[in-house]
């Protein structure tokens, strides 16, 4: 079975193939990079209208290239798209485009969420059962456990996004857009100051964080040691939640998904924790873990092994699509 994923829920037009039966990916993608400021709704869809053509087409090329059939039949089985969530503007052009390609290729199309993709490629790539996950992508900060046919939301951020929030801090100091792998490198010479930790039961806040660090820069606080006390004081905060997750479900897996996945801060507290508790400790690696079509293409694999497929009416997208709202179709659940 081999799948075509189409994902451009926010900066990243990509499109992947995955070739469920040697288990490889293939993914092609072209980042939207803003001239200035953060992500732009609008020049963000231009990005995609431009680019998903570009990337689907040498995705293609690839799946036809190891296409063993003959030249007549279509090179994939199956068309899978990001419904949501993410940018409305966006996710229209992914929808457009992949409700062309499954009707003229006549092959099915199979809707996924972006969070539960995010989630299922570190399962997918751990080979865990049933892991905690923690999501720390740009938009969303979730804890999501699976329990009776859907993935459940434990805990999530109250405010922004952990990557939104750090790119807004990396704004106000005038760095250029994406943030976080510039906060990770300026904490290398770090040292800490006080700065707040916001954790409510499960759930997390960043805004106040926030605000207190563009202050501290204001005020005259180095920038490095802002940098530095920021990731110990947010990741600390997605580190005690994620423990709260996995002792309130008893698992002792948990995988990490979503861009801000990629600081190394993160993943070293996480395993740490992990670790010290005697749990297992997945993280994917970056290609996986930040947007990418790679993680929509192989749900869609499952999705559609399960015959999870969408009728064209009903393929509308959902820029509010939450991980909770998705049957989960491809697991079968165990006698409890
Ligand atoms: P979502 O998946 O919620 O729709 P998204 O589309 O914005 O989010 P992702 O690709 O998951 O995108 O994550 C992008 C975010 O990851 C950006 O905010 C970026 O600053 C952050 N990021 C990338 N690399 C790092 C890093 N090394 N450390 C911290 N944050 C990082």
Redesign the pocket.
């Known amino acids: 079975v081999r799948v075509l994923g189409i994902e451009g829920?926010?900066?990243?037009a990509s499109a992947a193939v995955y070739d469920a039966d040697r288990d490889d990916v293939v993914i092609e993608s072209d980042a939207y990079q803003p001239e200035s400021g953060g992500i732009h709704p609008r020049e963000a869809a231009e990005h995609m209208h431009d680019a998903i053509p570009r990337v689907v087409e040498r995705a293609l090329e690839h799946a036809r290239e190891s296409h063993a059939g003959p030249a007549t039949e279509p090179p994939i089985d199956a068309v899978a798209f990001s419904r949501g969530?993410?940018l409305g503007p966006c996710l229209r052009v992914v929808g457009t485009a992949a409700r062309a390609l499954s009707q003229a290729l006549a092959v099915p199309l199979v809707g996924v969420n972006?969070?539960v993709a995010?989630l299922e490629i570190g399962r997918h790539t751990s080979g865990f059962d049933s892991p905690v996950c923690l999501n720390a992508?740009?938009?969303?900060a979730h804890l999501l456990a699976y329990r009776n046919g859907r993935y459940r939301v434990l805990g999530e951020t109250m405010d922004t996004?952990v990557?939104?929030a750090?790119?807004k801090f990396t704004r106000h100091v005038g760095w250029s857009h994406?943030?976080?792998?510039k906060?990770?490198a300026a904490a290398e010479d770090g040292d800490y100051v006080d700065l707040p930790y916001v954790v409510k039961g499960m759930d997390f806040s960043f805004s106040g964080i926030m605000s207190a660090a563009k202050q501290a820069v204001d005020d005259g606080t180095p920038v490095e040691d802002v940098c530095y006390s920021l990731q110990e004081n947010v990741f600390g905060m997605l580190t005690e939640v994620s423990e709260r997750a996995l002792s309130l479900t008893g698992s002792d897996e948990l995988v990490l998904g979503?861009?801000?996945g990629?600081?190394a801060r993160l993943r070293e507290m996480l395993a740490e924790m992990c670790a010290q508790r005697g749990a297992e400790f997945h993280a994917p690696e970056p290609r996986f873990l930040?947007?990418n079509a790679g993680m929509i293409a192989v749900l869609g694999a499952k999705m559609y092994a399960a015959g999870d497929t969408l009728a064209l009416e009903d393929s509308r997208v959902d820029p509010d699509f939450r991980p909770d709202q998705v049957p989960v179709s491809w697991r079968v659940d165990e006698p409890e």
């Open positions: 829920t926010a900066w990243a969530p993410g972006h969070m995010h992508s740009g938009a969303n996004g990557g939104n750090i790119d994406p943030g976080g792998p906060v990770e979503g861009g801000v990629q600081n930040r947007d």
